[in-house]
């Protein structure tokens, strides 16, 4: 396949997050849904880093699908439902790491 040069250029992958196990003290779980990314450069990669992971996110997370409600509802990908995500630390940890590991090229790991 040829490299194709594309602005902006926006790609699926698979996020997973890990949380404490509700119901088995001392373990985590892990949850997985699939993102759709922004790529960025390395220069703007570099300030968004600096502003903090809200900005961050905010610029690469650009869609969702597999996120769901208590009552297992989707739940639609917005301005609204991300910011209900950012304060915690196990969903911002989820998707940057998933991010990084498709900007370094490595194969998606298996849930």
């Given at each position: 396949m040829q490299f194709r040069l594309c602005e902006p250029f926006e790609f699926?992958?698979?996020?997973?997050?890990?949380?404490?196990?509700?119901d088995q003290p001392g373990t985590v779980t892990s949850q997985t849904f699939e993102a759709?990314?922004?790529m960025v450069g390395k220069d703007r990669l570099a300030e968004l880093e600096a502003e903090g992971e809200a900005a961050l996110?905010?610029?690469i997370l650009r869609d969702w699908r597999g996120v769901t409600g208590t009552r297992g509802t989707e739940i639609p990908f917005g301005p609204?439902?991300?910011e209900q995500c950012l304060p915690f630390?196990?969903?911002r940890v989820g998707v940057y790491r998933a991010y990084l590991t498709a900007l370094n090229g490595q194969a998606a790991?298996?849930?």
């Open positions: 699926w992958w698979p996020v997973r997050v890990t949380l404490p196990d509700p759709r990314f922004l996110l905010s610029e609204e439902a991300l630390a196990h969903f790991a298996k849930n």
